[in-house]
T-cell receptor, first 113, second 109 residues
Framework: IAGITQAPTSQILAAGRRMTLRCTQDMRHNAMYWYRQDLGLGLRLIHY???????GKGEVPDGYSVSRANTDDFPLTLASAVPSQTSVYFC????????????FGPGTRLTVL | RKEVEQDPGPFNVPEGATVAFNCTYSNSASQSFFWYRQDCRKEPKLLMSVYSSGNEDGRFTAQLNRASQYISLLIRDSKLSDSATYLC??????????FGKGNQVVVIP
């Protein structure tokens, strides 16, 4: 089934640990995005990639890093997790950067204790 | 002023009734507009794009008012399955999408 997959579905993590959230799309979309969604704050862009090999910072990039080694994969890494990074993380993709419709993965629920 | 503002609600709507809500945006250079639907604990999904001339998709009608910088969504003949949060999304002119916090709709039997 075409679309975006994310792993894990949920995770409880001790503060200070390193964590990588995985995102894979099979639609051959050029652009990919990572958002976090917190109650009362809506979706906020963490990092984005307009095409394989390039990445950029979004609204809330601190504490997160990304890589885009190929078209399909866009992992998000928390180098040293903190409780304020407890959130729901959504990966999304679009055929072209931003001006096109974005398709979202099912999300990862992360709790940092 | 936030880029995209929505009244979170909830909007409690009797089944079969009509509900409408607006979303205002701050950047007059914004070019693309969308409504997304998000069910509880699920990912957002595109409901419809919003065109300058307005557009309709079944029971859903979206309109854009550039002069006043708002877009609207109207749902006719509300169904229980319409209960969800509706996110207003705007291409903010800086080549990024800005999301509103959403309008929560609860359709009541």
């Amino acid at each position: 089934i075409a679309g975006i997959t994310q792993a894990p579905t949920s995770q409880i993590l001790a503060a200070g640990r390193r964590m990588t959230l995985r995102c894979t799309q099979d639609m051959r979309h050029n652009a990919m995005y990572w958002y976090r969604q917190d109650l009362g704050l809506g979706l906020r862009l963490i990092h984005y990639s307009n095409t394989a090999g390039t990445t950029g910072k979004g609204e809330v990039p601190d504490g997160y890093s990304v890589s885009r080694a190929n078209t399909d994969d866009f992992p998000l890494t928390l180098a040293s997790a903190v409780p304020s990074q407890t959130s729901v993380y959504f990966c999304a993709s679009s055929a072209e950067p931003s001006t096109d419709t974005q398709y979202f993965g099912p999300g990862t629920r992360l709790t940092v204790l | 002023r936030k880029e995209v503002e929505q009244d979170p609600g909830p909007f409690n709507v009797p089944e079969g009734a009509t509900v409408a809500f607006n979303c205002t945006y701050s950047n007059s250079a914004s070019q693309s507009f969308f409504w997304y639907r998000q069910d509880c604990r699920k990912e957002p999904k595109l409901l419809m794009s919003v065109y300058s001339s307005g557009n309709e998709d079944g029971r859903f009608t979206a309109q854009l008012n550039r002069a006043s910088q708002y877009i609207s969504l109207l749902i006719r003949d509300s169904k229980l399955s319409d209960s969800a949060t509706y996110l207003c999304v705007v291409n903010d002119g800086n080549n990024r999408l800005a999301f509103g916090k959403g309008n929560q709709v609860v359709v009541i039997p």
